[in-house]
């Protein structure tokens, strides 16, 4: 586009018979160079603007306000769905659900992850089957893993209980306590995700030079000193990219807490709002209740959450890297 | 700058004579639906939700009426469908020409009750006060007596048990022994003492909620009282109900299963529980999750703890959205008729609440082989008649049973204290009456 803008005017200003009117041809041509650019990208702008941008100012908007689904005159409030929802334990309740959840997943997933792709890239037989079999709890559909998995976890008839049973260890009930029921959401989230992770880290393993391996084991490193010194340093910005995608699919995790406890008033997230998270919430507030005000005030601080932890993520990730720099490895 | 300004020019004009030409393609197409006179084409459409048995329905209506075109749409989830019907009343638009509305919902729809018509205004005089029970009746009209749904089917209450478990624990299931024992909530609950500790323990009902939402339903005044006030804190027999539910919970009474969830249809194969509180249409769902390996084994009753009660049944609605509101509640009276809620009786099973259809015998000698062969249809119109007048039911008395009163009542199930529940359940009406 900058190359464009440049040879625009300087065509112009080339031109003999300046001072004339310039011929119409001359002028659409110009006109093309100058506007078509715009046009070009316009579609992804207004698409944009139409459903991204309006709904979060159309959001800001409603949230002012005292609005419940169906009303003619909603009564402006100023900001006070805000001091309700920061004086609201629900709330708060839902903001550690998520981010208890998060922890659970994603910590787990990584490391899970990175093992799998050292293990994906060795000499394996068949290969290619495996990287794709990993794959596949991603491909499969969200709401009947999550039926699957709430099915397996089941109190009373579960499927896993009964097996802790015959190993002789104690039932647990998954849907009851906080810690069991946040445990089984992140498995559900783990199992999907992980393979996918995997297969990210594992494209940017093999991009690492075999030079630096080979150099590695010259110098006398054994497999493990390798992976550790090697490997993992240069894998450092991939991992960041794994953390931050998975930080915001974590904050906004829905479909897995909405369906472990598939019944009606499934948007409780359980019978204390024990697995109930801030997306859960914010949908039982709008589509429950019908508190459209409310709930967009916490559609709002969640985007203001999210903005925040990107930020942490990304201060950290400068850091990292100017760390990795300052080590040189090359 | 100024370039850039033409531009936007530009492309807010080419935006606007687009607009002015969708704009008159729009109008186009909606005046001529609106013009239609007498023997021209009218396209009616009727939401449904899960069963109403309306489908062979329609091509006959069609046939009596040459002008009347009819398109179904129907969907699954009943709740999802409640959802849509509430964003598409706020939206001003989207909503069929006749809408079915469940009646755990009406309570979300009655304080926008503005938004549909009133059949008793619009719809044919055969379609009156006469033809329902008059509970069913009464409960389709708004607190200023406007009349907004026909009543479709209705789930009158009875008491379903396992006559092989209530042997097994020595407890007698002859008529006079059942309807005693069935008498009030005090005496189920004492049977259910009795049955946990005769069977070494084994659960009585399947959840505390099912009970609950029974008891409360029976109380003169609900959760919210006519001026929409909520009572609970005030009303002395939720409190009470409360008491009692979670005693027996405590006692080991509760199987803890809720229901409609996988937990509770491998509850019913296990025999987990003994007794089960059931609306005319639970016959089906205990028939399909028992199994056929406990055929013969569940019974019905008449007698019911507190009197009779209702769970369940729907309405019609003409939305004022509709552009032919007469024609609709025309076909919405008639789909209601005796005649014809007794044809999607035979053909889906939704319970009629006509007083003809009632008295019908096709419906007296209805019989339910896998509960042992039992007059079912005539049972359940028994029942019908001893639901008393209808309990007024506020905006959000739905959502506080559903989304409060019965997660509420899980976490005693789960281990917390009675006390903290109520905690819950106060708080949680609270907000969503706020």
């Known amino acids: 586009m900058t190359t464009i803008e440049k040879i625009a005017p300087e065509s112009a200003a080339g031109r003999p018979g300046k001072s004339a009117r310039p011929a119409l041809r001359d002028r659409l041509s110009r006109w093309d160079v100058k506007y078509s650019p715009y046009l070009y990208v316009a579609p992804f702008f207004i698409v944009f603007a139409i459903v991204g941008m309006f709904p979060l100012l159309y959001t800001a908007y409603v949230s002012l306000f005292h609005w419940k689904i169906g009303d003619d005159d909603p009564s402006f409030i100023g900001l006070d769905n805000y001091t309700a929802l920061f004086a609201d334990d629900q709330f708060w309740n839902s903001v550690l659900n998520t981010l208890s959840i998060f922890v659970l997943s994603s910590g787990p997933q990584i490391v899970i992850a990175v093992l799998l792709a050292a293990m994906l890239n060795m000499r394996l037989r068949g290969r290619t089957g495996w990287r794709v079999g990993i794959l596949l709890p991603y491909a499969a559909s969200l709401v009947a893993l999550s039926i699957i998995f709430s099915n397996l976890f089941g109190p009373q008839f579960g499927l896993i209980n009964n097996v802790l049973e015959g190993l002789g260890l104690d039932r647990v009930d998954w849907q009851a306590g906080r810690l069991p029921s946040h445990f089984a959401i992140a498995l559900m989230v783990n199992w999907r995700w992980t393979g996918y992770n995997a297969l990210i880290v594992l494209a940017a393993m093999q991009a690492i030079p075999k030079e630096l391996q080979e150099a590695a084991i010259v110098d006398g490193a054994g497999a493990i000193r390798r992976f550790v010194s090697v490997t993992l340093p240069l894998l450092r910005p991939t991992l960041i990219f794994v953390v931050i995608t998975s930080t915001i699919g974590g904050l906004q995790i829905f479909t897995e807490p909405k369906l472990f406890d598939a019944q009606p008033g499934s948007n409780n997230g359980g019978s204390t709002n024990q697995f109930q998270t801030v997306t859960l919430y914010l949908y039982q507030s709008a589509f429950e209740n019908f508190n459209l005000g409310y709930a967009s005030a916490i559609a709002w601080v969640l985007f203001l959450l999210i903005i925040v932890i990107a930020l942490v993520n990304f201060l950290v990730t400068r850091r990292l890297a100017q760390t990795s720099g300052g080590k040189k490895w090359l | 700058m100024r370039q850039i300004r033409k531009g936007v020019l530009i492309a807010v004009g080419l935006a606007m004579t687009a607009a002015v030409t969708t704009a008159c393609g729009g109008s186009d197409n909606a005046a001529t639906p609106a013009a239609a006179g007498p023997g021209e084409k009218v396209e009616l459409t009727v939401a449904t939700f899960n069963q109403f048995g309306y489908e062979d329905l329609y091509p006959e ?374």
């Not at chain 2, 909530?185 to 659960?203: H, L, P, R, T």
């Not at chain 2, 989304?403 to 789960?414: C, D």
């Not at chain 2, 009675?418 to 949680?428: E, K, R």
């Open chain 2, 61 to 434: 209506y069609e046939a009596l009426h040459p002008n009347i075109k009819i398109t179904p749409r129907k969907t699954g989830d009943s709740g999802q469908y409640h959802q849509e019907l509430i964003t598409k009343i706020a939206a001003g638009s989207g909503l069929a020409d006749i809408q079915a509305l469940e009646e755990g919902h009406l309570s979300d729809i009655m304080d926008k009750s503005s938004k549909f018509n009133d059949l008793s205004k619009i719809g044919p005089a055969d379609a009156n006060a006469d033809r329902w029970l008059p509970w069913k009746y009464d409960a389709g009209k708004d607190k200023n007596g406007r009349l907004i749904g026909y009543g479709t089917d209705m789930g009158p209450l009875a008491m379903c048990y396992r006559t092989d478990l209530l042997a097994a624990a020595n407890i007698p299931t002859d008529a006079a022994s059942l309807s005693a024992m069935f008498a009030t909530w005090d005496s189920y609950f004492a049977a259910g003492e009795q049955y946990v500790s005769k069977s070494g323990g084994k659960a009585w009902f399947d959840s505390a909620a099912q009970n609950f939402n029974a008891m409360v339903n029976q109380l003169p005044v609900g959760y919210l009282d006519t001026s929409d006030k909520l009572t609970i804190e005030s009303n002395p027999g939720i409190k009470s109900a409360w008491d009692k539910v979670t005693n027996a919970v405590a006692k080991g009474e509760s199987a803890k299963l809720t229901a409609f969830t996988p937990e509770s249809t491998a509850g019913f194969k296990a025999s987990a529980f003994a007794t089960k509180v059931c609306p005319s249409w639970m016959l089906g769902t205990v028939k399909e999750a028992a199994g056929p390996e406990n055929a013969g084994k569940w019974a019905v009753t008449a007698a019911f703890p507190g009197g009779g009660g209702n769970w369940g049944g729907s309405y019609l609605t003409v939305p004022t959205q509709s552009k032919h509101p007469k024609e609709a509640a025309e076909l919405a009276a008639w789909l209601t008729a005796p005649e014809q809620q007794l044809k999607a009786f035979k053909a889906q099973g939704p319970f009629p609440s006509q007083v003809k259809a009632l008295a019908s015998p096709e419906l007296q000698s209805e019989t339910n082989d896998y509960f042992g062969g039992v007059h079912a249809g005539q049972l359940f119109a028994e029942q019908a008649k001893k639901v008393n007048k209808p309990q007024y039911k506020g905006p959000g008395d739905g959502q506080i049973q559903q989304n409060v009163a019965g997660p509420a009542l899980k976490s005693v199930e789960q281990g917390t204290s009675a006390a903290d529940a109520w905690n819950q359940f106060v708080a949680g009406a609270k907000k969503i009456t706020k």
